[in-house]
């Protein structure tokens, strides 16, 4: 049993940060790929950044130079520094990993997600 659990959500002003973590536990023999989405309502999910399966990063045009995905291996955890806030962040954020577990079975993990909101 593999579980992501998010934390660092809230409601933060304009032009404010906050900063999300996802931690992966239970039976993981190796992570692939992990990273953010978000969902606002009324509109489709999207990714928002993430580590792909060679290690390398993507970010949503519509947060690059004001997020900042960052990982701790040792942890299996990755956060997402989100500066500069903005009311159009404001959604469900959710963490979503491809993992191979203990089992050597390949699978795609969610969050229960964290709710950002971006008001004055």
């Known amino acids: 049993q593999v579980q992501l659990v998010e934390s660092g959500g809230g409601l933060v002003q304009p032009g404010g940060s906050l900063r999300l973590s996802c931690a992966a536990s239970?039976?993981?023999?190796?992570?692939?790929?992990m990273g953010w989405y978000r969902q606002a309502p009324g509109k489709e999910r999207e990714l928002v950044a993430g580590y792909t399966s060679f290690g390398s990063t993507n970010y949503a045009e519509s947060v690059k130079g004001r997020f900042t995905i960052s990982r701790d291996n040792a942890k299996n955890t990755v956060y997402l520094q989100m500066n500069s806030l903005k009311p159009e962040d404001t959604a469900v954020y959710y963490c979503n990993a491809d993992i191979l577990d203990s089992r050597v079975l390949r699978s795609d993990y969610w969050g229960q997600g964290t709710q950002v909101t971006v008001s004055s």
């Open positions: 239970g039976r993981i023999f190796s992570i692939k790929a």
